[in-house]
């Protein structure tokens, strides 16, 4: 469904150009789960950007489910992000003027498929229930994690996108939320791109590659 | 509300300007309405008669330059009655408008008064005759106003006309009571078709002698057209041979009512009825934004004549407060000969 | 819908901010609409007045005497060709008010003379010369009317307390027959013969309502400069909260775009956002600045009565257009406020750090430049100032010295704190000064708005203050005589002069005519020689023996006015009428009216004019007592109220009218700083809730929270006490132009400039003690604030 090809990224600096990615090239299935893992600084959110179709890449390409991504207008990748392929930050990223029910149905109102039943399905899975009216700044990190795991998963991608999504937890909390995302993220059938710098959280994923001076090593 | 409609509405008092041109065709409460049976006497009846709504002493004249130019001359006073009398003082009860034109090849010069009646701007008096609004002024002498002199003054133009009569004074329909539609709207109508003009034009390129024909109307009623009368072609026709026509064609909804009087050079006055006069625009040109007939053809079948008229000018567009065409013409066809041309509620 | 919805979810959480912006932005809106809805007023007002009187259009023929024309004059020179239409003016009192009767012919009148609209239908026209006729009235002013009188119909075209009526209405209203006046049409047929072949009447240049509006557009544009200050503060409010609510959502902008929104919607959604709070602000602002304009508006119409003897109805009509212009302009004012946070997020990158970045954080290049952009306005400023010469240029100057010294200001304060630093030795102490110079760009906004609203009131008070001291000391010198009395007619006035000359030290006859002075309307007194002039009359310029001159016809005196409007100076010739032309021979001051004025000896003055007002009369009471005179004058002679006064009435009136002449700029003037006020206020709370990043740590390091909070105080109000004593200068400055170029172009006089240094220290107070409250607000939360919180702080970050 998502197959990257030699993409090449630099980042401008003061010091001029600084390759960050040269030439990965990387396929993920349906239902497969990726960890991606690395130093901090090797590129690994930068990957899950451009796969995310939110930057640009200077060379290589990117297909997910049929489409070249990079070619794409922003509206259109915007689509794709709002209906297939789902986020998950370390800093949650909630909106902190909405409460967590709304939070949770945001993207799957963005998407147009809205349906109460799963959201309502989904926050007790989460152990949301019973603070679906609370806003984020009242909840645990563990607690907003699992609003934005949430709000990632109603609107049904067929990819999510991991950044480090238990860096700002502490480990009993992190491991908890991670079980929880593997586990709904398996059950409805997508793929899952996680990065990390933990090989200890990559150890449960069935695909592991580790990014160094902008390659690919396949462990 | 813009001015000119302020003061029409003054002038013709009445309620409704929706009702044919400049509300000619309202009812006439309070005001004596045109008799069958009265008598027109002189001197009396050349001046003001209150107890009317309206009344005018009208008279247009076609003129000629020494060098041939041909000129027409227009010189109006109407009078409009607030309320069936004339008294002294501010609210008189009588309001009086003057129209000027003078109308040569190029040009159509024109210009308008109002004044109050009560004190002494504007007014007619019976014996001896003067009409007069501000410095326009027309004087009679005689007790057929044999004698006129004639004096009008716009912006940049003015005129001074003496005129003497060459033949007796008419009487339009039957002695005067001339009937303008079909249910009977009427009004008394008598004119002087025989005048000799000379006299001077002031122009702005400068004076002017002319000599010509002049022809007065007197008319006065209460309401003369039918409601659904919008408007009238008047012609006033000299034949080369001396005799006279005054025709003219009221138009209703559907239907023109026409009139007619042949005039003999001797004065012998021979009136005709509803369609015996027939009338039919033959061009049409664009004039102050509305489309006016410019030439027509004009048949009068019991005495041969058949003719085509062509306006000296065009334009010759009364642009006042209320607007109409007034102008000389000329025409040819089974006659020759000039007249005036009045053509209202276009 | 999500998008919005989201979007305005944050003014759900933050209804404190929704509040300032929209308080903000009503507040600006409601000055603005405010003046624009006086000065429509008053524009509307003289448009009346012009079209009324609008008989006195064009040129008018009049008496020679003064005295009524018959018809028979009207009606000879209509049948003579010439265009003139008759006027017949008088007063009704009716129901205890004195109306002013006009009575036009609309037959002969020109156009113009009715106002447009008058006549609703057509019905009313023939009505109108009718009986028994109508009359046009101001709305809401209709006086209950005894039966027989005409119909009253109201008209907005109308000038309060003025009937319009046909002339024979009015012949029947005044029970008279005679006119007033004809108005000559402006152009005339061809060929007439000349006039003065045909009458005796006088020929009379149109009556003043150019004049009029020439003298009030002064007024006028003092206003609106005003209103356009007041505006522009508000929209620093504006800019700032929007500003920030923008900052605040940078991380939901972002998300949002994470998770789907395209860039280009979330453009629009704002755009709406802004465009929704703009109107509903906007709405509520016109709302109050027709409160605001309604309750200014009788002072207005006192001071334009004041000053230049116009007439204005003293209640405001509702001018949907204007409503809509109102919000047009906070829509407006909105967008140019809020493009700078839309320039910041259409260049923001998609992956840019999602943390807030510092509000407003500015680079020390940026106020630099800023700082230099502003001293070449104070240049340019000073330039214009050179220059002079034109209210417009005033004005001018007045805006790129107040633009200027805002965008100074936080250059100033930053070298102002530099220099503090320097002998400070405490940890503390720097911090404070570090601290408080990362917090100054998100302050400086409104600081340049305090500045704005400070200067204004510093410079004009000073100017109000020095105007009303010379005019104090003016009077004293120019009312010198104990006794005035105006006399109802001049018989009445040679009876009081005969029977007070016994009685009195001297008197002083008054006679006046008025005349037109280099095509201006202007007057010219006649006075008799007498040492109260030579002792007290406050000459600004003289030559040597000016009283001499003026007692032998050989010179006469002029008003400042006049002198500065036709540019005269001593010895050059002023022409007062065909047959008079004499040398100046002394300028004096004349302060509370717009007019030239110019004196001659009483003798040269009956021999030159043959219409001459000679009802007043001054009286030098010597050793007599003043009170006494009075009472036996008013025993012997019909005298009405207020035609009978000493001089400490006189002067109280004067005064009297001199205070209310200044009363709306007073009272714009405390709008002004009540909003800019408000901006610190909203300001500071704002920062207040993203400052404890900064804070969090100092406490973590030992510092008490009460300590923290009264710095918070302190530091705020070092930082208002610094922009009072910038503000000082730039008032000072805004006064003298004030005085020196704005006043002289739109009063004719120029005044010495006073200091009121109680007054600087009054506003000092004022500012500091809002910028108490408006500080102390944020101090307290610090005080409260749970430590909870401000650990908060550090578990947070990132």
């Known amino acids: ?219 | 509300m813009n001015v000119r409609v302020f003061l029409l509405a003054i002038f013709w008092a009445n309620q409704a300007l929706t009702q044919g041109f400049a509300g000619l065709g309202t009812e006439a409460q309070g005001f004596s309405i045109p008799d069958p049976d009265y008598d027109i006497t002189f001197p009396q009846d050349h001046g003001a008669h209150p107890d009317f709504r309206i009344e005018w002493w009208y008279l247009t004249a076609t003129l000629e330059a020494e060098d041939g130019r041909a000129f027409g001359v227009q010189w109006t006073l109407f009078r409009s009655a607030l309320r069936p009398e004339e008294a002294e003082g501010w609210d008189g009860g009588q309001v009086y408008l003057g129209h000027a034109g003078l109308t040569t090849a190029e040009t159509h010069y024109r210009s308008e008064r109002f004044a109050r009646g009560g004190i002494g701007q504007a007014g007619v008096v019976a014996e001896p005759f003067t009409a007069f609004i501000d410095d326009w002024e027309m004087r009679g002498e005689g007790l057929d106003l044999q004698q006129l002199s004639l004096f009008a003054r716009g912006m940049d133009f003015s005129y001074d006309l003496d005129l003497t009569a060459d033949g007796p004074i008419i009487f339009h329909g039957q002695d005067g009571y001339s009937v303008k539609s079909p249910q009977g709207q009427a009004s008394h109508y008598y004119s002087q078709p025989f005048y000799r003009v000379t006299g001077t034009l002031t122009l702005p390129e400068g004076d002017v002698e002319v000599t010509g024909n002049g022809w007065l109307d007197r008319e006065w009623s209460s309401q003369p057209l039918a409601a659904d009368q919008e408007g009238w072609d008047w012609f006033s026709l000299q034949f080369v041979d001396g005799a006279r026509l005054m025709g003219f064609g009221l138009r209703g909804l559907e239907t023109v009512f026409t009139s007619a009087t042949w005039i003999d050079p001797d004065g012998t006055v021979t009136p005709y009825g509803d369609g015996e006069l027939r009338m039919e625009a033959l061009e049409w040109a664009e004039i102050a934004g509305r489309e006016v007939p410019v030439s027509w053809r004009v048949e009068l079948p019991e005495r041969g004549v058949d003719i085509v008229t062509t306006p000296l000018n065009p334009g010759a567009w009364m642009d006042l407060s209320f607007a109409y065409w007034e102008g000389p013409i000329s025409f040819s066809g089974s006659h020759e000969g000039r007249g005036y041309l009045e053509m209202t509620g276009y | 819908m999500p998008v919005l919805e989201t979007l305005f979810s944050h003014w759900r959480r933050h209804p404190g901010q929704l509040a300032t912006l929209v308080l903000g932005l009503a507040l600006a809106t409601a000055l603005w609409s405010g003046v624009q809805a006086i000065n429509e007023e008053a524009r509307q007002s003289y448009a009346r007045a012009a079209s009324t009187l609008g008989a006195g259009q064009g040129e008018r023929l009049i008496s020679p005497d003064g005295a009524e024309i018959p018809v028979a004059d009207y009606v000879s020179l209509r049948r003579a060709g010439w265009l003139v239409s008759p006027v017949m003016e008088g007063e009704l009192a009716l129901s205890g008010t004195t109306w002013r009767v006009i009575g036009v012919d609309p037959l002969t009148a020109p156009t113009g003379a009715i106002p447009q609209g008058a006549f609703e239908t057509t019905a009313d026209a023939p009505a109108f010369l009718g009986r028994p006729g109508l009359v046009f009235v101001a709305p809401d002013s209709a006086p209950a009317a005894p039966p027989d009188f005409p119909a009253i119909i109201t008209s907005d075209a109308i000038a309060p307390g003025l009937m319009l009526t046909d002339i024979g209405t009015a012949a029947r209203l005044l029970e008279r027959n005679t006119l007033s006046f004809l108005t000559l049409v402006p152009t005339q047929p061809d060929g007439l013969p000349p006039l003065s072949t045909l009458t005796d009447l006088r020929r009379e240049a149109p009556a003043g309502e150019q004049d009029l509006s020439r003298l009030t557009d002064s007024f006028h544009l003092n206003l609106t400069a005003f209103g356009f200050l007041s505006f522009a503060v508000g929209l620093f409010i504006v800019h700032a909260s929007i500003g920030l609510a923008f900052e605040q959502r940078r991380p939901v902008f972002r998300t949002l775009r994470a998770i789907g929104v395209p860039f280009s919607r979330l453009i629009t959604a704002l755009a709406f956002e802004v465009t929704l709070i703009a109107l509903v602000a906007g709405s509520a602002g016109v709302i109050l600045g027709y409160v605001i304009a309604a309750a200014l508006l009788p002072d207005v119409a006192g001071t334009l009565h004041n000053l230049y003897g116009a007439q204005i109805s003293g209640t405001l009509a509702f001018r949907p257009v204007w409503a809509l212009l109102g919000l047009a302009i906070a829509v407006l004012g909105t967008w140019v406020s809020s493009a700078q946070s839309f320039w910041h997020l259409i260049t923001m990158p998609l992956l840019a750090p999602a943390q807030p970045r510092a509000w407003s954080m500015r680079s020390a290049r940026a106020t630099r430049r800023q700082a230099g952009v502003g001293a070449v306005l104070l240049v340019i400023s000073a330039a214009l100032a050179g220059i002079g010469g034109s209210l417009a240029i005033g004005f001018l100057s007045l805006g790129a010295l107040l633009i200027g010294a805002a965008l100074l200001l936080p250059g100033v304060v930053v070298v102002v704190l530099r220099i503090a630093e320097r002998p400070i030795r405490s940890a503390y102490g720097e911090w404070v000064l570090a601290d408080t110079r990362q917090l100054l760009p998100g302050l400086s906004l409104a600081l340049m708005a305090l500045l704005l609203a400070l200067a204004a009131n510093i410079g004009v008070s000073t100017m109000v203050g020095s105007f009303r001291l010379t005019f104090a000391g003016w009077l004293d010198q120019r009312l010198v005589s104990e006794l005035y009395i105006t006399a109802q007619d001049e018989y009445q006035a040679d009876a009081i002069r005969d029977f007070l000359a016994p009685q009195v030290a001297s008197v002083l006859p008054i006679a006046m005519a008025e005349t037109r002075i280099d095509g201006l309307p202007a007057t010219v007194f006649g006075i008799v020689d007498d040492d109260t002039y030579r002792e007290y009359w406050p000459l600004l310029e003289t030559v040597t023996d000016p009283w001499d001159r003026l007692a032998d016809d050989t010179g006469l005196l002029i008003n400042e006015q006049l002198a500065r409007r036709s540019g005269l100076d001593l010895g050059d010739r002023v022409t007062l009428h065909p047959d008079l032309t004499l040398p100046v021979a002394a300028i004096y001051s004349d302060y509370g009216n717009p007019n030239g004025q110019a004196m001659i000896s009483l003798d040269l003055l009956e021999q030159t004019f043959p219409d001459t007002d000679q009802t007043r009369s001054a009286f030098r009471t010597g050793d007599a007592d003043v009170e006494a005179l009075r009472q036996s004058v008013l025993a012997r002679f019909d005298l009405p109220q207020g035609h009978i006064r000493d001089q400490a009435s006189q002067k109280a009136v004067a005064l009297r009218v001199f205070d209310q002449t200044f009363r709306v700029t007073g009272a714009l003037n405390v709008l002004t700083l009540a909003v800019a006020g408000f901006a610190l206020l909203a300001s500071l709370l704002t920062l207040a809730n993203m400052r404890l990043p900064q804070v969090a740590p100092i406490w973590a390091l030992g510092q008490t929270r009460a300590r923290l909070a009264r710095t918070e105080l302190i530091r705020t109000l070092g930082i208002v006490a610094v922009t009072w004593v910038i503000a000082l200068p730039v008032g000072l400055a805004l006064a003298w132009v004030l005085l020196a170029i704005v006043n002289v172009e739109a009063f004719g006089w120029r005044l010495p400039m006073t200091l009121f240094p109680a007054d600087y220290a009054r506003l000092l107070g004022y500012a500091m003690l809002s910028s108490t409250i408006a500080a102390a607000l944020p101090a307290l939360r610090l005080l409260r604030l749970p430590p909870a919180q401000l650990l908060k702080v550090f578990s947070n970050e990132r």
Request: a neutral charge; glycine letters at 10%; charged letters at 25%.
């Open chain 1, 1 to 219: 469904m998502l197959d990257i090809t030699s993409l090449e990224k630099c980042f401008d600096t003061a010091d001029g150009p600084v390759p960050v990615l040269r030439g990965v090239s990387l396929s993920v299935k349906e239902g497969d789960t990726l960890a991606l893992t690395g130093e901090s600084g090797s590129g690994k959110s930068t990957l899950l950007h451009l796969m995310a179709g939110l930057d640009d890449a200077q060379g290589g390409k990117i297909t997910f489910e049929g489409q070249d991504l990079l070619s794409l207008s922003d509206a259109d990748r915007a689509k794709v992000r709002r209906s297939r392929i789902g986020l998950v930050f370390q800093q949650f990223n909630l909106v902190p003027s909405l409460t967590v029910a709304q939070n949770l149905a945001l993207q799957a109102r963005l998407a147009g498929r809205h349906d109460p039943e799963r959201v309502a399905r989904l926050t007790d899975r989460l152990g949301l229930a019973g603070l679906e009216h609370r806003y984020p700044e009242q909840l645990s990190g563990g607690q907003q994690q699992r609003v934005a795991i949430g709000r990632t998963l109603v609107a049904g991608p067929r990819l999510v996108l991991a950044d480090e999504p238990t860096g700002n937890l502490d480990e009993a909390t992190g491991d908890a939320v991670m079980a929880l995302m593997h586990e709904l993220v398996t059950e409805t059938g997508a793929a899952l791109v996680m990065a990390t710098h933990s090989r200890r959280l990559a150890e449960g994923f069935a695909r592991r590659v580790h990014l160094r001076h902008g390659l690919l090593e396949t462990r």
